[in-house]
């Protein structure tokens, strides 16, 4: 079969993950959950299996696949591509590798500031991620129009952070050292990564993704003096300059920022241009509903493990979390990924109660 490019995509049937985005009214509320397209599915696993990660993220076809698993046990309402945020540091000349038991590791990260005459300045995106661009195609055919398609990236000081550490880390003190010790530095790394990141996501729409997201990943490693600083500025920029990228061409598409405990920057992300601010479990519904005044949809933030109760008892989490939110400008979502050994039914059970109750709390308003 001829490969289909990015036009005549089948027509989008529920678009209720959309419209939540940017605050209409709708008959339930939309779910879908952070690494819904993960190792909890005995499918993917087995799709997965003696397959190099990033090899697999380079497979438009497997990438594609990866990401309708989950649609075909559950009724979410939305996807999102499988990919990785590390991609773009890849994009930049950087060498990543997932290491079995250990996770995603730079075998040369960045230590001082000189490191940075190592990267690409200029990245053509189209020849060093058009892998993603390809799957985000493929999968808008494929999706025949169940549900929205999103795209992601990471945010710039999150992969600044895996640059310098290379690889996950408890502290982060090799990173923040940079931020103490090296501000110019670090503030170039930001800007070069956020001319890549708004690239890159300008990339995805015009593949067919019909939201965004931007992972903040490491936005508690920071306080607020330094999330003023070295993230939020960065995080602000790459909504503008895409939304103003978007507004020559006639495109609105909705765009999301989660900073994962980054609960102190509430009030600064309702106000940096994007239309929905996602939230880990450690925020109180109702609060981020005042401090976040109505100007955004929210999305999450059921805590993931509470998908290890018994079913009738995330019934009762879902139910009291609605109230919390209310049924208008949300978008149900956990407030971090699923984990590995979680219980597809379980997953079953949360995306069932979403739908459920927010129906007939919508019924009786």
Same mark, same amino acid.
């Given at each position: 079969t001829e490969v289909k490019g990015p036009a005549?995509?089948?027509?989008?049937?529920?678009?209720?993950?959309? +419209?939540?985005? +940017?605050?209409?009214? /709708?008959?339930?509320?939309?779910?879908?959950?952070m690494r819904q397209a993960g190792r909890y599915l005995p499918e993917f696993r087995e799709s997965r299996a003696g397959k190099d990660f990033f090899e697999t993220c380079q497979t438009p076809a497997a990438c594609c696949e990866l990401t309708l698993q989950p649609l075909?046990?559950?009724?979410?309402?939305?996807?999102?591509i499988f990919s990785d945020i590390l991609v773009v540091p890849q994009a930049m000349?950087?060498?990543?590798?997932?290491?079995?038991?250990k996770g995603p590791t730079f075998p040369e990260p960045l230590k001082e500031p000189e490191d940075l005459q190592r990267l690409r300045v200029k990245v053509d995106v189209g020849k060093e991620l058009g892998y993603v661009f390809k799957a985000i195609t493929l999968t808008r055919h494929k999706i025949e129009g169940k549900?929205?398609?999103?795209?992601?990236?990471?945010?710039?000081? /999150?992969?600044?952070?895996?640059?310098?550490?290379?690889?996950?880390?408890? /502290?982060?003190?090799?990173?923040?050292r940079w931020l103490y010790r090296h501000p110019e530095a670090s503030?170039?790394?930001? +800007?070069?990564? /956020?001319?890549?990141?708004?690239?890159?996501?300008?990339?995805?729409?015009?593949? #067919?993704?019909?939201?965004?997201?931007v992972f903040e990943s490491h936005a508690g490693i920071l306080g607020p003096v330094e999330f003023k600083e070295f993230a939020l500025p960065y995080l602000r920029d790459i909504a503008r300059r895409v939304k103003d990228k978007l507004k020559e061409a006639g495109q609105d598409v909705p765009m999301i920022v989660f900073a994962k405990d #980054?609960?102190?920057?509430?009030?600064?992300?309702?106000?940096?241009?994007?239309?929905?601010?996602g939230l880990d479990w450690t925020i109180d519904p109702q609060s981020a509903r005042e401090r976040t005044g109505g100007k955004v949809s929210l999305q999450g933030n059921m805590d993931p493990c509470a998908l290890y109760a018994p079913k009738e008892r995330i019934s009762d989490i879902v139910k009291k979390m609605l109230e919390g939110f209310g049924t208008r400008a949300y978008i149900a979502n956990l407030g971090h990924g699923l984990y590995p050994d979680m219980d597809p039914e379980s997953v079953g059970a949360f995306v069932e109660a979403v739908h459920t109750h927010s129906r007939q709390m919508i019924k009786q308003k």
């Amino acid at each position: 079969t001829e490969v289909k490019g990015p036009a005549n995509f089948p027509q989008l049937q529920n678009d209720t993950f959309l +419209r939540a985005a +940017r605050g209409e009214e /709708t008959e339930h509320v939309p779910v879908w959950c952070m690494r819904q397209a993960g190792r909890y599915l005995p499918e993917f696993r087995e799709s997965r299996a003696g397959k190099d990660f990033f090899e697999t993220c380079q497979t438009p076809a497997a990438c594609c696949e990866l990401t309708l698993q989950p649609l075909r046990r559950f009724p979410f309402d939305a996807a999102i591509i499988f990919s990785d945020i590390l991609v773009v540091p890849q994009a930049m000349g950087m060498d990543v590798q997932m290491v079995a038991g250990k996770g995603p590791t730079f075998p040369e990260p960045l230590k001082e500031p000189e490191d940075l005459q190592r990267l690409r300045v200029k990245v053509d995106v189209g020849k060093e991620l058009g892998y993603v661009f390809k799957a985000i195609t493929l999968t808008r055919h494929k999706i025949e129009g169940k549900v929205p398609l999103i795209g992601f990236t990471g945010a710039p000081w /999150t992969l600044m952070s895996y640059m310098i550490e290379g690889g996950g880390s408890n /502290t982060h003190s090799k990173a923040k050292r940079w931020l103490y010790r090296h501000p110019e530095a670090s503030h170039m790394l930001l +800007r070069m990564l /956020t001319d890549v990141i708004v690239e890159y996501l300008l990339g995805q729409v015009a593949a #067919g993704a019909q939201a965004l997201q931007v992972f903040e990943s490491h936005a508690g490693i920071l306080g607020p003096v330094e999330f003023k600083e070295f993230a939020l500025p960065y995080l602000r920029d790459i909504a503008r300059r895409v939304k103003d990228k978007l507004k020559e061409a006639g495109q609105d598409v909705p765009m999301i920022v989660f900073a994962k405990d #980054g609960h102190y920057a509430l009030e600064d992300l309702s106000q940096s241009h994007y239309e929905v601010v996602g939230l880990d479990w450690t925020i109180d519904p109702q609060s981020a509903r005042e401090r976040t005044g109505g100007k955004v949809s929210l999305q999450g933030n059921m805590d993931p493990c509470a998908l290890y109760a018994p079913k009738e008892r995330i019934s009762d989490i879902v139910k009291k979390m609605l109230e919390g939110f209310g049924t208008r400008a949300y978008i149900a979502n956990l407030g971090h990924g699923l984990y590995p050994d979680m219980d597809p039914e379980s997953v079953g059970a949360f995306v069932e109660a979403v739908h459920t109750h927010s129906r007939q709390m919508i019924k009786q308003k």
